[in-house]
């Protein structure tokens, strides 16, 4: 912010008068499915207006920056949003002004508010179009691709967009390395035939926290995982850790530092707070006094301890145990979720892994396994898991296939090819798979 404080008031003093009151630095276009975002990034906060020409094509939305001077090339603006063709020029009011023309797709409904300077940006306006902004990705599935009878996993990749979350010393982002580990984990989880994953974020925008769980119960998400890099003070704590929602608040330094980051996002993702209906920050209270909070709490915590035993097997675990913090991503009533923090990306040989393809891939395949190895314990009523368990008998004495059979309500044909018998004698402690009628 101090950068556009110094420029605003060099170009000032170099303009003898104070012709610009603000500038116009940088522009910013993030087209997400359902929404685009543009960002203005301006020396001082805007004094603006704006009007829509509807009346017929080009659609357009007109922003009149009062005393405001462009510096930016609008010919190399990077827009790939289905929302907006064109985002050029026109005559201003007058001479100190700048009028920004952006020529939409339709006569789309938007929403234009300031954002208010905070640790990483300074002033911005900001224009909200709701609409489909980019072509359907083959490798997510849609809400309509969703079946019921899978289990559902929610996979939430951490940031985007304007938050960066945390920053590597060779300059990696966050946002950018957990949407990899994301998109292979739900490539791993869709090649399952029992389970299916749908994608809260696909791309490089920002989706608030509190729509990330509201999108993972729309969908009756079985689980939401938050994947993200932790990062420190210092470049030497490494290793992965799992957190699961406590109702305190966290009672160690690095739980504290994840509660502060995580409620950061929100700010540099550019939710605006006062347009938010429910108390940002009192939302631990409010939620907990939903009775099924408690059951979404201790699942969470017991697939957060699967994921810890798989992830153990390639990575380096900071934490062996799930770790609590009142965290605003993992607060849905009903749905449990984890955080699982996939390394430091602080620490500079972390970073560095946490940038390999491989990686990544044994990163997702680890949650992947270990998630499984949960619902095949505790499989939900309804899904695969819980139609093709089988139970496991050992033979006793007097047992015969046919006894068998009856007890479980199968057939001796079954128990065999289950278990690839080529006679009817059965031994005394012999394993037996017995399949479900
Ligand atoms: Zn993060």
Redo the contacts with the bound molecule.
Sequence with gaps: MRNFLAKAAVLCWLLGSAAYANDIDNIRIWPAPDNTRVVFDLGTSPDYSYFTLYQAPPYRLVIDFNATKLNVDLAKLQNESLLIKKIRTSTPKDKNSTRIVLELSDKIDAKVFPLAANDRYGERLVIDLPGRSIERRSEALTVEQLQERKVTIAIDA??GGDDP??IGPRGTF?KHV?LKIAKALADIINQDSAMQAYLIRSGDYYVGLKDRTRKAEDIKADLLVSI??DAFTSPQPRGASVWVLSTRRANNEMGRMLEN??RM?DVLGGVDMRLEEDDTYGYISKTILDLSMGHAMSTGYEMAKEVIAEMGRVARMHKHEPQHASLAVLTSGNVPSMLVETGFISNPQEEQQLLTNKHQQQLARAIYQGVRNYFQRRPPDGTLFATSRSKTHIVRSGESLSVLAQRYNTTVKAIKERNSLSSNVLHIGQKLEIPSS
Excluded: N
């Design positions: 951490g940031h979350g945390s966050e957990v993200h890099a980051k995580e996002s």
